[in-house]
């Protein structure tokens, strides 16, 4: 960071997280592909949990999936700031070549400022998604438009995954 009027120059440590994933059935072996993700991600002012369930359904070359994710946050001084959320994910797609799939998602997601329901905000966001494979390397880009136009969040999200099969 530099040019902050309060701070000098240089390097600030913010967080650290480690994220694993643990697939229980293999889509492409079993009718139903099922797999947990689990992300936890703390600092000095910061603490993070994020988890998911990833249900996967292939029907040839359509693949359906669908992720519940539920996320915790503690942030500032002591923590003292906190918010939940809770998201709904679907998405199709349809595979071109091996390298090569392409298709839609959706998502909705409720966020609970302070875990209050009282100021729970509904959000969805709905596009395209392209993914491309290479030997153990694969890479997918969703760009995500938010028709709600909820106050303080973004239109537009764009999300892009980069993994090694191992």
Known sequence: HSGEP??????AYAATGLEAIYNFTNPATKP????IYEEVRGGDELFESESKIILQKNFGRWTAAYNATFEAS???N??????AELQHAVG???EFS???CAGMEMVCEVVFP???TDEAVTNF??????????GEWFATVTALAQPTRTAGEPDVQVRSIVGFEF
């Open 6 to 11: 309060d701070r000098s120059s240089g390097f």
């Open 74 to 76: 503690w942030e500032g």
């Open 98 to 100: 091996h390298a090569l």
């Open 114 to 116: 302070d875990w209050s």
């Open 78 to 83: 002591s923590w003292g700031r906190h918010e």
């Open 32 to 35: 139903l592909g099922f797999s």
């Open 92 to 94: 199709l797609s349809y």
């Open 125 to 134: 966001f709905i596009g395209p998604n392209v993914s491309v494979r290479h």
